[in-house]
């Protein structure tokens, strides 16, 4: 009997190696500005052609500024890392959405929205946060550059097969909260390494009644406690959520993919290497206090008495403290992990007829030019507008502090993005993990409060 992950990875075995190790072949490449360069450089010196330069896709995320983007890229190393991406993608003949393509945007938001992510798959991209993907049903990780090189070169990769994990989350989730919670929930109970060496299947009806962006958010974040990726099960949801997109198979192709997707899923019997189930009811709204994506806490619970002195210490923060009624500064609200317009939708509607305080910067960034046009097509950039908050152009943008938008030391923001390192979104920085609708709340009322005495 077999697992889901187990199903894709036999389909893509190519050879085991003595000792253990197989090569899998890889159906999707998605590479960006960061860590492509010295894949291309890499292979420039070996002379060594793409092998298969149909599989990828390329697009510009990481470094790209959020404001005025058919200007020139201000910043000479992030203009740097984008022309040579461009220029790469034109001397190799790859499929590029550069800045100001109608397709641009974050490359795990592209690549669903566009139908490229397709349930059965293998993905890989150098970038942690490839884990994304695995809400279709595909087996979707992170790689370095060298193995970027490496798929560039083979469409292959030599792997170990990780051991495989599932965590169960049954019933109904109360008001206010949403899939960022049930996945900062989860973090909180196994840590940042709980998952350590596993890919994790998420399972149980609390899961399958979620949308495919709230699916996406989940699996996103798997990274976030160690493990190698995450993947559910695809069904109807997923079917159609593909159905129609520009790279989903057309007519009786479409038909014959779903026949074949329906068959993914873990046998009744399959094992588990590792096991987990949590009850949906026992969920909260959730906020991180510390400086890993694992020290989280119910929104109203007070920060552990046995918590990191030194993560307390960089955040100017104190064991047995409450967060709610800390005042902020910033609120961010995009990153791969909650820019999709499901997200702007909740933001909106909870903050029509409302102000953000005088006080708070509030930053809502895109995560595709395909969201940033549906924001502007459903009126959202009015309500947004009104209440004060600022919608950006698409890009990565105050999630990591690689381009512009940057938190300045001391300052507190609360960020529905997926990590909360020191230092993460500026030197000096402190960031709050939590969902769109409780960033959205903390801009309204200037400090952290809990959403659902709002709602």
Known sequence: MKTLFDKIWDAHVVKTIPGGREVIYIDRHFIHEVTSPQAFAGLKKRNISIYRKDKVIATADHNVPTKNQHLPIKDPLSKLQVDTLTQNCLENDITYFGLGHEKNGIVHVIGPELGITKPGMTIVCGDSHTSTHGAFGSIAFGIGTSEVEMVMASQCLILNKPKKMRITVNGQLSKGVSSKDIVLYIISKLTVNGATGYFVEYAGSTIKSLSMEERMTICNMSIEMGARGGLIAPDETTFNYIKGKEYAPKGEKFDEAVAYWKTLASDVDAVFDHEYAFDASDISPMITYGTNPGQGIKINDFIPEKANTKSLTYMGLENKQSLIGKKIQHV?????????????????????????????????????????????????????????????????????????????KGEYCVSTSNRNFEGRQGPGSRTLLASPLTAAAAAVYGEIVDVREYI
């Open 332 to 408: 961010f609200i995009g990153s791969c992990t909650n820019s999709r317009i499901e997200d702007f939708r909740i933001v909106a509607n909870f903050i029509k007829g409302k102000r953000k305080a005088d006080h708070i910067s509030a930053l809502i960034v895109p995560g595709s030019k395909q969201v940033e046009n549906q924001v502007k097509k459903e009126g959202l950039d009015k309500i947004l507008e009104e209440a004060g908050f600022e919608l950006r152009e698409p890009g990565c943008s105050a999630c990591l502090a690689m381009n512009e938008d940057k938190i300045s």
